[in-house]
């Protein structure tokens, strides 16, 4: 998928945390207070309406999963992980398996309010014919 001008992200998301992915997307993090990460999935982008979630997490660890996992997620699927800490500490995200579908599916992690300037990552499948 190739985001459009204007294109905002509608879904986002502590030491050592993992994520895996089976169909879907399992994250334990460990966090705590008032910083703020935001872990933004996005699945299935397009018009039609689908599932949305918004997850809050604080305290010094906790799990991020998509929704239904291990098993698939709902189409059209917009999840949201608002994670906290306390300020001067990390938040560190570590994928141990992590899957995607091609020109679809989204992740976006903002460090504060999901806004361009808070971006830190992106990362999504393109498909190429070559």
């Known amino acids: ?37 935001l872990l933004c999935w996005v699945l299935f982008i397009a018009s039609a309406t689908g599932q949305n ?27 949201t992980w608002i994670i906290t800490a306390e300020e001067q500490n990390r938040i560190q995200l570590v994928f141990h398996a992590f899957a995607l579908e ?9 460090d504060g309010v999901p806004e361009q300037g808070n971006l830190r990552t992106r990362i999504l499948v393109l498909y190429s014919e070559e």
């Open 53 to 79: 979630c918004t997850f809050n997490l604080q305290g010094p660890n906790g799990t991020v999963e998509s929704p239904g996992f291990p098993y698939g997620y709902p189409n059209y699927a917009n999840c």
């Open 1 to 37: 998928m190739k985001p459009s001008s204007g294109w905002e992200p509608r879904g986002c998301g502590g030491p050592n945390p993992s994520v895996r992915s089976e169909s879907g997307i399992r994250a334990p993090v460990r966090a705590g207070g008032s910083r703020l990460l």
């Open 102 to 110: 091609e020109d679809f599916d989204v992740l976006s992690v903002f």
